[in-house]
């Protein structure tokens, strides 16, 4: 009886979804046992309802026919799938519907589409549909890195390559991580002319595809807080799809910025922010550019980091960000060794960094949001300034004395001595702590 209501439960799912090809919500309906006489499948407005007492029904049921779908030969190794596709998508997608980390469904699809029974872009839009039930899914985050390798394989004749920026690149552990555990493989440097401004403005994949695939990251990272797979698979589409390309890198940090204002305490959201810093800092360096055009752009993350600082007080992700940020800073101008007064600059309150008197940058650089990647876009300063290189930006002398270990000091005891909330107080004077660890470590070099 049992086996026999499964098996229709399961075929009113399959019906759903041939009468409703655009289901782009998936969700449990809290009904613990079966009150009326109908399918538990429900679909309104493309959004698609299971009761939950039908779940320990259908979820053993598919689930055992995924794993008799998997046959072994005499050595106990696996075989091919057995079973006809139409068969095997229902089941796998009444699995992964549930539990989205059976590896042996996303396995199972993965066969599907080689053997072309199954089309990359569907179950792109399936596993789409997965997350917004469980989007925190590595395996799903997974299976669509494998889906994306499949369709630029077709579509440039060559294997996916990472940008050549990416292996100089410092990520905080975000991308190797997830590449191990899905089973990627060495991969050798792509050209570099896509990275850069000089590269021209063509962009080295498919807007649409990139778009919707930054979207579904966006989605996932709304529905959980500190999705660390959301973050590492948005990272990984940046550097392996959209190749680090300049326009994605400087668009990426413009959209960023309204995210983290909504969502400061997200650790992983900050630490894809500084993947996006440290991309751009080695654009600016192969093209010479790092005082010029990296300086006020880290400038601007100083502004930013005060303003949500001093109006969200007690946030640890934001004082960690700052550290990064500064050690960006002495990295550069330690790089052309600028001068330092640090006499001069401990003797002013630069609490509010005031960068319009040091350089001059378009302010469309952080507020603009447009949500398309077209090149015929036109309305927007930020837009020509990134395909074409128009955005330039001149260091003065002084400029170089706005940020110095002396000044951060000076911003840590102003926070320490204002404000009225404790965890700032012990935030602001571990970062002080840690600037003045800094100085040691220079005293010692110095000997």
């Not at 072994?72 to 089941?91: F, N, P, W």
């Amino acid at each position: 009886m049992a086996h026999e209501l499964a098996h229709r439960i399961l075929s009113d799912l399959s019906t759903a979804f041939q009468r409703h090809p655009n289901i782009d919500e998936v969700g449990f309906i809290c009904c613990p046992t079966c009150q009326h006489n109908r399918s538990p499948v429900v679909v309104e407005n493309n959004k698609l309802g299971i009761e939950t007492w039908c779940l320990e029904l259908i979820f053993p049921y598919a689930h055992d026919k995924v794993l008799r779908a998997r046959g072994r030969d005499d050595s106990g190794r696996k075989i091919k799938v057995s079973r006809s596709a139409r068969s095997l998508l229902e089941a796998t997608r009444a699995v992964l519907l549930v539990q989205a980390d059976c590896l042996t469904a996303w396995n199972i699809r993965k066969e599907l589409v080689e053997a072309e029974d199954l089309k990359c872009t569907q179950d792109l839009k399936f596993a789409a549909l997965v997350l917004t039930k469980h989007p925190k899914s590595s395996e799903t985050f997974a299976h669509r890195r494998w889906l994306l390798k499949q369709i630029i394989q077709k579509t440039t004749s060559t294997s996916l390559l990472p940008s050549p920026i990416a292996q100089a690149s410092h990520t905080n552990g975000l991308i190797a991580r997830d590449q191990a555990s899905s089973g990627a493989t060495a991969e050798q440097p792509l050209n570099t002319q896509h990275g850069t401004k000089a590269g021209g403005t063509k962009l080295p994949c498919d807007e649409k595809l990139l778009e919707t695939e930054l979207t579904v990251c966006q989605s996932s990272a709304e529905r959980y807080p500190s999705n660390y797979y959301a973050w590492t698979h948005r990272a990984w589409v940046v550097e392996n799809v959209a190749r680090c390309h300049y326009k994605i890198l400087m668009k990426e940090l413009c959209d960023n910025r309204h995210w983290i204002s909504r969502h400061i305490s997200d650790h992983s959201g900050l630490q894809y922010r500084q993947f996006l810093l440290t991309q751009l800092a080695t654009h600016f360096r192969l093209e010479d550019a790092l005082q010029d055009e990296f300086l006020p752009v880290l400038t601007a993350e100083f502004e930013l980091l005060t303003d949500l600082i001093t109006a969200f007080p007690g946030h640890e992700a934001l004082w960690y960000h700052r550290r990064y940020v500064f050690q960006q800073w002495e990295s550069v101008l330690s790089m052309f060794k600028c001068p330092k007064s640090d006499n001069s600059a401990s003797s002013k309150n630069h609490t509010h960094l005031q960068h319009q008197h040091c350089c001059e940058v378009p302010v469309e650089l952080y507020t603009h949001s447009a949500s398309s990647f077209s090149r015929d876009r036109d309305d927007s300063k930020l837009h020509a300034a990134v395909v074409q290189g128009n955005k330039k930006a001149k260091v003065d002398s002084t400029y170089t004395e706005h940020h110095t270990i002396q000044t951060e000091l000076e911003f840590c005891r102003n926070i320490m001595a204002t404000s009225q909330d404790g965890w700032q107080v012990r935030l602001a004077g571990s970062y002080q702590h840690w600037l003045q660890q800094r100085i040691l470590g220079q005293d010692n070099k110095l000997l």
